[in-house]
């Protein structure tokens, strides 16, 4: 049953649920093509609830995925690693202890830990301070011997390969091996000269001897910011050139050293120096192994949130490599790859749809299906750590997301890996919809050629934020219920919840017809849940869903169960007919019985009414009893003072017209010592009103009224 279904810029057809199986995003495209001219858009939107996908751009063709490939390398080492998985870092101790002089040597074994720095400390010596502390614990205070560094868990090189030349010379693109330090960087930082003509002032943070830097950067006038640098392929040897201006403060940059394990000797060697062990260079002539010691920063949840809300590249590359020496037996790019296709095969994933060079996204040769993509997410948001997984993710306001979609009302209801490199840019994560459903989504922007950056990041979440808002339309609505329903945790039983919450809702406005099924179906695709106003049924659908809802999570499915037969969302399932559908269904309410009660028969013409809707409705049209009590003898019984326990009906006005059960209902609260009052969306005042009953019936002209009673299901 396809029809049409308005979204913001666009239309999206989609099929009536539970046929809903596919969502036409052509207008997505419409949008790049017209804002990001000469791109090439590739997209992917897949229902967990349903595992089916339901949108589809390019989705089979294969697309550089820049970091978003990092949700590949997370995704298999979640798979594979137990959550208690922690990189180690071993140093044994050989040789002799005389008089606080150890003969022998440290050999140190690394095992890919990436945090070996002040990401989680203050220092960034922290732990190796402490692993030098453990040596220096035995009563050894000097070293007469060898630091035996045991590269083995990792296969070279520690140069990644397939990356742009540029790449090897930033931050981002350090270099990796089993033992490194400070993300395998340092801070270079600069202050203008004294005068004129003198070279910059520079310092290295942290300096542990190993970094050299050539320094040709001249101080000028003014606050010029003219500085260039250059680093040696082979040599941690940086120059510095350009130009500064004497009125600048300072300025810093932090670059990649070269040979990771050079790098980490040096820091090693400077803790030793620094915590008070003197070490000479010496041949050992015992191989005795007097202790071991094992050292870890951070276990793996940690390092995923590294790598999927900040995007850390090395944390990746060095989660690559460790994979593939737990699963592979290779600490390689090789080793990571086979256990990532091992992954992907117990996933039910085609491997071939991935063609992966590396674990962070940085190689142009990645490429990936978004179609694929997007089930891969799909399984592990049903795999047993899948939760773990997807929190790892960024999100508005956090990590990489940290400017993105700020505007959100409600952020929490998307998490996503953010991916760019040259002329690509990339979405893909989660999104959590109204009904309870997790979309997940990829989309891919290649070839962005001369389209400004922030132009094609602003499409991207354009095109997110969408999905978003039109999965939770009138979002707020439900949370507003959400708080009501808190508000009244101390109050029990249903009469006064009912009581309450109908109390509650007094003075919102009146408007016919304000609910549909939302994103499910495209006959009325107004909101799931609304109480920006309501009518005479929304109101009291409302009101019983809060005061029978369990909990306030499990305020939208019951509400839905009220509305919807077998809690289907469709117009074909809802409960149009409130006396024959909704109250007639008896499950959460029943006709009761009533002094000088009357009937009529009457047949709902449903096939008419869904013929005006284009739906064929193929259901019988039976005859239905509608028992009411006569508008004289519910006037009579209104002006009476109720001398009961306090209860709360439902009242149903029984018309005249042949087509109808029902022409209006609300809510009649009996107060003992009280005369009745009625509750209702009052289409004449505009609002959830509250009046005496015998007044409002007496101005009716009617055959009379039913009553109902609610039933706790």
């Known amino acids: 049953m396809n029809k049409v279904l308005k979204i913001a ?97 440290l050999k140190i074994r690394g095992e890919g830990d ?94 542990v001897g190993y ?98 809300q900040r995007s850390q590249n090395f944390h990746a590359e060095t989660l690559l490599r460790n994979l593939g020496a737990q699963i592979s037996g290779e600490g390689s790019v090789e ?62 306001g956090v990590g990489s997301g940290a400017k993105r979609m700020l505007n959100l009302e409600a952020p929490w209801l998307t998490r996503f890996k953010t991916g760019y490199i040259a002329e690509v840019h990339a979405l893909v994560g989660y999104i959590y919809t109204v009904d309870g459903d997790t979309l997940t989504a990829s989309m891919y922007l290649n070839g962005t050629n001369t389209n400004p950056d922030a132009k094609s990041k602003d499409v991207l979440d354009t095109l997110w934020m969408r999905l978003i808002s039109y999965t939770n339309n009138n979002y707020n609505s439900l949370l507003q219920m959400k708080n009501l329903w808190l508000d009244a945790q101390g109050v029990s039983g249903l009469n006064k919840r009912l009581d309450y919450f109908s109390k509650r809702l007094i003075g919102t406005p009146y408007k016919l017809g304000p609910m549909g099924e939302g994103h499910l179906d495209t006959v009325e695709d107004k909101p799931l849940v609304y109480l920006d106003s309501v009518d005479c049924v929304t109101y009291l659908e409302h009101v019983v869903a809060l005061a029978m809802a369990k909990s306030e999570k499990s305020l939208y499915r019951q509400l839905q169960r009220l509305r919807y037969k077998g809690s289907k969302v469709s117009f074909l399932t809802r409960k149009h007919y409130l006396l024959e559908d909704w109250v007639g269904e008896g499950k959460y309410a029943k006709v009761i019985p009533m002094e000088g009660e009357v009937s009529v028969t009457r047949t709902m013409p449903k096939k008419e009414f869904f013929k005006n809707h284009n739906i064929t409705y193929t259901g019988k049209e039976t005859p239905i009893k509608i028992r009411y009590m006569p508008l004289d003898k519910a006037i009579e019984m209104a002006k009476k003072t109720y001398k009961g326990t306090m209860k709360v009906l439902g009242v149903g006005i029984v018309g005249t017209s042949d087509k109808i059960d029902l022409t209006h209902t609300g809510f009649v609260i009996f107060y003992p010592g009280q005369k009745p009052v009625l509750r209702h969306a009052s289409s004449q005042k505009k609002q959830v009103v ?16 039913t009553y109902f009673k609610f039933i706790q299901h």
């Not at 095969?345 to 674990?359: A, H, I, K, R, S």
């Not at 509250?690 to 009224?705: C, D, M, N, S, W």
């Open 114 to 207: 990436p945090n070996i720095s002040a990401r989680y400390y203050d220092d960034p010596f922290y732990m190796l301070n402490a692993m030098v502390d453990s040596v220096r614990a035995m009563d050894i205070d000097t070293i007469v011997g060898q630091i035996d560094l045991d590269t083995s868990y990792y296969k070279g090189p520690w140069k990644a390969e397939n990356w742009r030349r540029n790449f090897y010379d930033s931050w981002y693109g350090a270099e990796i091996g089993p033992l490194g330090f400070n993300d395998n960087c340092v801070t270079i930082r600069f202050w203008p000269g004294y005068f004129r003509g003198d070279t910059a002032v520079v310092s290295i943070q942290p300096d």
């Open 335 to 396: 080793g990571g790859r086979k256990a990532e296709r091992k992954f992907l095969l117990d996933m039910d994933l085609n491997p071939t749809d991935f063609d992966v060079w590396d674990g962070s996204g940085l190689s142009p040769e990645n490429k990936v299906k978004p179609s694929t993509v997007s089930k891969m997410l799909a399984k592990m948001a049903r795999h047993p750590k899948g939760n773990y997984y997807i929190n790892s993710f960024a999100s508005p």
């Open 211 to 308: 970094v050299k830097v050539i320094n040709n950067l001249k101080t000028v006038k003014g606050k010029k910011k003219k500085w260039v640098y250059g680093i040696d392929p082979d040599k941690s040897i940086i120059t510095l050139g350009g130009t500064m201006g004497e009125d600048l403060d300072s300025a810093s940059m932090v670059l990649p050293i070269r040979n990771p394990i050079g790098y980490f000797r040096a820091a090693f060697m400077y803790a030793l120096k620094n915590r008070g062990i003197v070490f000479k260079e010496g041949k050992s002539k015992s191989n005795t192994e007097l202790k071991k010691f094992s050292f870890s920063s951070a276990p793996l949840l940690s390092i995923l949130d590294e790598i999927n």
């Open 9 to 105: 810029f666009g239309l999206l057809p989609f099929l009536v649920a539970p046929l809903f199986a596919h969502v036409n995003v052509a207008s997505f495209k419409t949008y790049v093509d017209s804002l990001l001219p000469g791109t090439t858009f590739g997209m992917s939107l897949r229902s967990v609830k349903m595992g089916k996908e339901i949108g589809n751009i390019n989705g089979d063709e294969m697309f550089t995925p820049a970091s978003t490939l990092k949700t590949l390398t997370t995704a298999a080492a979640i798979h594979f690693l137990p959550l208690n998985y922690e990189p180690k870092t071993e140093i044994t101790v050989f040789g002799d202890i005389k008089k606080r002089t150890l003969t022998g040597s």
């Open 690 to 705: 509250e009046v005496p009953l015998a007044e409002y019936l007496q101005t009716r002209k009617i055959p009379g009224v």
